[in-house]
């Protein structure tokens, strides 16, 4: 295949994930209110789209099944249907079967055929039934859906050879244009000096933009769309309403039109005017937003990191008097990669709620599969992570959400004698704090029963009878590996699996599960993640000849004091700060560096969560943007040390992991 289609190909399929995804979003709204024809019109749409362009890029099979869905739905527009459970659950399937069917276009896979068949058969079965009484009352009782206004809008369309090469079919879009209403097309003379043509497309619709530009929706880069006036300005000048530029319209050509009245098959825009407004590029439409391949945006962090090590060996070998006239230069060039570094990191982040979706739909079938009721609660999506964490954060959020589905919520019945709502709740709420973002997963179900914990870990020889553990330590036994207190297996969970991999995909990113629960109320599961895995805002700082950086975000204070003092307070570990005494950790001593501190030592006090903690060091550098790199086979198992970053003078400087400190600081002295 041709490489260029192949890649438009690709981008269809990229495309089409997308308006399933929309389907799929509208779906679970329209199980909530399956009168509202807004939701309705949406899901039609987004069939409609992909049965057309699946065709114009050979996914045949996808066309075909994609017209029988829609007959359904063009059914319920009509009201000749309303919604069922049964009519829910096909679609459901039918969407699973689009998405299996975009990796096996010519439907080849056995399974994939017994489905279609059978998803074909009901759909025939759905359709060849007529609408029941009851069914009529309620959409006699509906309210009547407003009609769309007829509206003339203007297109301006350029076309290449790309088009071709793109598999792009201008015939079925112009028979989709037909089919929305009336429509006159014409060429523009010398718009372009390339070997493009512009066209001028004038279509009296009750269509909406969005319907429109859906119809032109993989080229529409190379179109603008302009609702042009209110009324035909074809048929009766009377009645025709020069459109005014509204909220969806972002742009206007009015200013452009000779004579509104003129008659059908004449100019109604000057081209030299048009020429001139696309050369000056005010007629191109407002993209706010673009799909970037990630390995494009892993390439610019790369650049970015590459730029700061630059900007840091910069900054460190323009210290002498030789470089002060250039000197307010090279702070501009730190304060431009600081800001080129900023810039990077947000393209990309992600906000947490594009990936909510997947776990409705997850939460939807598996509460069929277990007969419980469960409403799906989120707070705060709008949440951004860097897009690399929210793919791995995936799997491990899907784990939790069945665990709280299949452990933690009762059945009606159980929670109805015990006097709780029939429906369960699992809500997932994110926020961020500091460097720190917060996500917990939380439900209202039966809570952890520390005891059963215990007595499964003491059976398992994970623990002694007489061990005394904390709360925490004995939560911590359900994410080891084939660890589960489940009485019987089922088909979602019970083997033991699932928690373990939730604490090694969160490990992985530096982050922590933390635990909380109470017996008869619920359990919270909350995952802490930093907030960018690149670069991180740092201070650095010495022990003998060697670097060490610990975030900015974590520092309370820094200050200093004698080792005479420090050598007094040795026993208990503790110096007095803010009015009560906190514990300081002598790292010379817990990373087996060599050396003495001299008289007058530093110390860092850093803050995570509502803990304190105090480090012992040789010197201060300073503020220093570090470039994150993982370690290498001979540090991995460092338990102190997350990751790397080279400084100017080609030396290395070792993150310290200020979490694991926190947790072990009573001990470590």
Request: aromatic content about 6%.
């Amino acid at each position: 295949m041709d490489s260029i289609l192949q890649r438009f190909r690709d981008k269809f399929i990229e495309e089409a994930n997308g308006l399933l995804d929309r389907l799929e979003k509208d779906l679970l709204e329209l199980e909530n209110k399956p009168a509202n024809k807004e939701l309705i019109e949406s899901a039609f749409r987004a069939m409609h789209t992909i049965k057309g362009v699946s065709g114009m890029y050979g996914f045949d099979f996808i066309c075909e099944f994609t017209h029988h869905m829609e007959n359904i739905y063009q059914s319920i527009r009509e009201d000749k249907l309303t919604f069922d459970k049964n009519i829910f659950d096909i679609t459901f399937h039918s969407v699973d079967h689009i998405r299996r069917l975009l990796s096996d276009e010519k439907m080849v896979d056995s399974a994939n055929q017994k489905t279609h068949n059978l998803l074909i058969d009901s759909i025939s079965k759905i359709l060849s039934v007529e609408p029941s009484l009851s069914n009529t009352a309620l959409i006699e009782n509906e309210p009547v859906p407003v009609s769309h206004t007829l509206n003339t809008w203007h297109i301006l369309l350029t076309t290449n050879e790309k088009m071709f090469f793109r598999g792009i079919s201008l015939i079925s879009i112009f028979k989709e244009l037909s089919e929305m209403g009336n429509f006159e097309i014409e060429k523009v003379d010398n718009l372009s000096t390339d070997e493009s043509d512009s066209w001028n497309i004038f279509l009296t619709t009750e269509a909406s933009e969005s319907e429109i530009t859906e119809v032109f929706l993989f080229i529409e880069d190379d179109c603008t769309i302009v609702n042009l006036a209110k009324g035909n300005i074809f048929e009766n000048e009377s009645e025709t309403v020069l459109a005014e530029e509204s909220e969806n319209s972002e742009i206007s050509i009015l200013d452009y039109i000779e004579d509104p009245g003129k008659q059908k098959g004449k100019k109604l825009i000057d081209d030299s005017a048009v020429s001139a407004e696309i050369a000056s590029g005010s007629l191109k439409r407002s993209v706010k937003r673009i799909s970037v391949d990630s390995t494009k945006l892993d390439h610019l962090m790369f650049l970015v990191s590459e730029l700061i090590t630059v900007n840091s060996q910069l900054t460190l070998s323009s210290h002498d008097h030789f470089y002060d006239k250039i000197r307010p230069y090279l702070e501009k060039v730190d304060s431009l990669s600081k800001q080129f570094r900023n810039n990077a990191i947000e393209i990309r982040l992600v906000p947490l709620g594009d990936t909510v979706l997947r776990f409705q739909r997850l939460i939807r079938d598996l509460s069929k599969q277990l007969n419980k009721k469960v409403e799906f609660v989120t707070k705060g999506t709008n949440t951004e992570l860097d897009k690399n964490i929210i793919d791995q954060l995936a799997e491990p959020l899907m784990h939790l959400i069945r665990n709280c589905l299949d452990h933690g919520i009762e059945s009606p019945e159980t929670r109805v004698n015990k006097g709780k709502p029939e429906q369960g709740t699992i809500t997932m709420s994110a926020y961020n704090s500091g460097n720190n973002v917060f996500i917990d997963i939380s439900d209202d179900g039966s809570g952890i029963d520390i005891e059963k914990v215990r007595h499964k870990a003491i059976d398992k020889g994970f623990m002694k009878p007489h061990d005394k553990l904390t709360k925490k330590d004995i939560y911590d036994f359900i994410f080891l590996p084939g660890f589960s207190t489940a009485q019987n297996l089922t088909e979602v969970s019970g083997r033991g699996v699932g928690m373990d991999v939730v604490k090694k995909r969160i490990n992985e990113l530096r982050g922590e599960v933390i635990v909380d629960s109470t017996p008869g109320v619920g359990t919270t599961f909350t995952l802490k993640l930093q907030q960018s895995m690149s670069i991180v805002d740092s201070l650095l700082f010495t022990i003998d000849d060697n670097y060490f950086t610990v975030p900015i975000s974590d520092i309370e204070v820094c200050s200093q004091s004698s080792s005479s003092y420090i050598d007094k307070r040795r026993q208990s570990s503790t110096l007095p700060f803010n009015n009560h005494l906190i514990p300081f950790v002598d790292l010379r001593t817990l990373l087996c560096l060599g050396g003495n501190y001299k008289e007058n030592l530093k110390i860092i006090v850093i803050k995570n969560s509502d803990m304190e903690l105090a480090l012992l060091t040789d010197k201060i550098v300073g503020e220093h943007q570090a470039v994150l790199k993982p370690l290498g086979k001979s540090l991995r198992n460092q338990k102190y040390i997350t990751s790397a970053s080279q400084l100017g003078n080609g030396n290395m400087a070792f993150m310290i992991d200020t979490n694991t400190l926190m947790k072990n600081a009573t001990t470590l002295n």
